[in-house]
């Protein structure tokens, strides 16, 4: 298991695979799967069984796809972005862009 630079409501552009162009939010990590479920990509049908009164049904909804994929987005800029660690003088840790130097 490593440690993703994508985190939760980050703003990705998905780089590699049949959804590439795509871009949204992150709505779940996994990080011992290195995937990430991103709105509106991937999306996939399931088959749901009846529960009591309602009736069975198919649903569709976002699948995970590998992080490796998918890029962190700058809306402002339309452009992918390559993030850095940087250590502040406090000594907490922040993720900066690594063309511009800004906060991610």
Known sequence: MSKLRIHKDDVVVVISGKNKGRVGKVLEVRPTEERVIVEGVA???????????Q?????????????SNVALWDADNKRRLKSALRVQEDGTKVRVDRKTGQRI
């Open 55 to 67: 009736a069975g049904r198919i649903v569709e909804r976002e699948a995970a796809i590998h992080v």
């Open 43 to 53: 999306i996939v049908k399931r088959h749901v069984k009846r529960q009591g009164e």
